[in-house]
Nanobody, 126 residues
Framework: VQLQASGGGLVQPGGSLRLSCAASGGTLSSSTVGWFRQAQGKEREFVAAMRWNGSTTRYSDSVRGRFSITRDRAKNTLYLQMNSLKPEDTALYYC????????????????????WGQGTQVTVSS
């Protein structure tokens, strides 16, 4: 499976963006998928993740209530809807997947994901 992220851009504080991550070359039906981000000069951090079957979802404290992770099974695509964006959300956003159904407590660890897309840049600035 290969992942292709898109949808990043420049947005003003308080604005919204929707990131997409299209999967090709295989199915995600038994997978866990997620989003991570890396700000310049910082380590990559967890943003949100979910089982592809929708049975569990997890968000980082910094985005909970503002971001929403969803997927379209027919399109084999993962999304990250980002609302009320803040300058501190500026980062390179990566989508990731693993061909396992992770338990809730394991969703936030990047070492559990073996498939990564290229990043898409999100810049929040006035």
């Amino acid at each position: 499976v290969q992942l292709q992220a898109s949808g990043g851009g420049l947005v003003q504080p308080g604005g919204s963006l929707r990131l997409s991550c299209a999967a090709s070359g295989g199915t995600l039906s038994s997978s866990t998928v997620g989003w991570f981000r890396q700000a310049q000069g910082k380590e990559r951090e967890f943003v949100a993740a979910m089982r592809w079957n929708g049975s569990t979802t997890r968000y980082s404290d910094s985005v909970r209530g503002r971001f929403s992770i969803t997927r379209d099974r027919a399109k084999n695509t993962l999304y990250l809807q980002m609302n009320s964006l803040k300058p501190e959300d500026t980062a390179l956003y990566y989508c990731a997947a693993t061909q396992r159904n992770l338990i809730h407590s394991s969703l936030g660890y990047e070492t559990n994901y073996e498939i990564w897309g290229q990043g898409t840049q999100v810049t929040v600035s006035s």
